[in-house]
């Protein structure tokens, strides 16, 4: 860990930095209420030690803006150190400066509206082969469910492998993700040791793919194949090892957090008939409609509103890190250098001087132009923001789309709905429902 640089003058931030080196982390990895308790007691910023470092918490949109908008004047960007580790050094979310722009310019080759619109028919095609599994099931335990579906999505948009999870692959990424936000003790116990073995695994099966692709380059325009022939501004094209890094990246950008938003779309509605009735009335116009998918997704206002305020209420990403590398104050504090910053995204979005009644779920308040950019940011923001956001837009929207249209779906009682915040939100019993087509 970095020596802290403070400057005396200027106070840090009110707080408590725990016990010697494990801070507070197991309360912020067990205590869902961990930074909401903590702001009641010492206001809007307030240090603690987790993950290894002294770290400053910050919420609303005017410090959104302060740490998104000072990208590699203040802070870079940080991860915590399972994270790092698991990701890999060439994994763009660790990438910085200038090597960072570049590499974001080359990546979002793979998400640009031309090709995303040449997947909607075989993520169409997907989405319905699930929603008629779960019909014949019945009665199931949605989450899991919802996992399979966005892997096999992600898979087959990113390295254009069909029908992922149930493969070695998926397995072995249920394993790595599991590590990702985890104490990073590598004992053989530990689900930090357990990532890091299934991440060696993964990168050889990765590696086969990417060599079977390079020989057949032409044959498929999938993201995979987009990076092998993409060149950066010097002509350079990616080596094996970073192809390796990003696409295990994406594939958890692409995967991990769509299935929250996805799990918290199904939960929020079962809970809100009203809507849900309403959203299908405007699925109605098309059910007999020629136009094509891609066509008919762009004409539903109510639906862009529902899937806006679900990710408001419950945000797949709570929050993210920053690195201070250059001691820096705001609003009267100071953030020394080797020190980090989580910018909270789920407690800005939960703010009431932002979004009055913030735990109500009401698409309503999404008409109106409340929110600043630094106020509502489900995809991150600034130089950061995430490269996937339209690829996961137009994947909420077409699954949602067909889900009301066709399908209901009750929750099933005696459940635990309680949402468990790591890695992303899920409710903790798995969502379990009772489904059937209309």
Known sequence: MDIPKINHSIPVPPGNLGLPIIGETPSFILDTDFAKKRHQKYGN???????GSPTIFVRGGEANHFILTNESKYFVNSLPPSAKTLLGSWSLSQQI??????RRKLLYQAFQPRILAGYVEA??????????????????????????????????????????????????????????FSIPLSLPWTK????????????????????????????????LSILLQARDEKGNSLSLEEVKDQVLMLLFAGHETLTSGLASFCLLLAQHPDILRRCRTEQQKFEKTKESTSEALKQMPYLDQVLREVLRVIPPVGGGFRKVIRTCSFNGYQFPEG????????????????????????????????????????????????????????????????????????????????????????????????????
């Not at 400066?97 to 570049?102: L, M, N």
């Not at 357990?194 to 590696?207: D, P, T």
């Not at 793919?209 to 380059?217: M, T, V, Y």
């Open 97 to 102: 400066g200038s090597q960072h722009q570049e």
């Open 123 to 180: 993520m169409e095609e997907l989405t319905q082969r699930y929603l008629r599994k779960w019909t014949k099931l019945g009665t199931l335990t949605w989450y899991p469910e919802l996992r399979n579906y966005t892997f096999d999505i992600a898979c087959k948009f990113l390295i254009g492998l069909d029908f992922a999870s149930e493969t070695q692959l998926g397995h072995l990424f249920e394993i790595w993700s599991k590590g990702l």
């Open 339 to 438: 020190w980090n910053v989580l910018y909270e995204i789920l407690l800005t979005h939960q703010d009431g001087s932002i979004y009055p009644q913030p735990n109500q779920f009401n698409p309503e308040r999404q008409t109106e132009n409340i929110s600043k950019p630094f106020n509502y940011l489900p995809f991150g923001g600034g130089a950061r923001e995430c490269i996937g956001k339209e690829f996961a837009r137009l994947e909420m929207k077409l699954f949602a789309a067909h889900l009301v249209r066709d399908y209901s779906w009750e929750l099933l009682p005696s459940q635990n709905l309680e949402m468990i915040l790591i890695p992303v939100p899920h409710p903790k019993d798995g969502l379990k429902v009772k489904f059937v087509k209309l």
């Open 45 to 51: 910023i307030f240090k603690t030690n987790i993950l």
């Open 192 to 223: 930090f040791s357990h990532a890091l073995k299934s991440r060696q695994q993964l990168l050889e099966q990765l590696e086969i793919i990417i060599r079977q692709r390079q020989r057949k380059l032409n044959e498929s325009e999938d993201a």
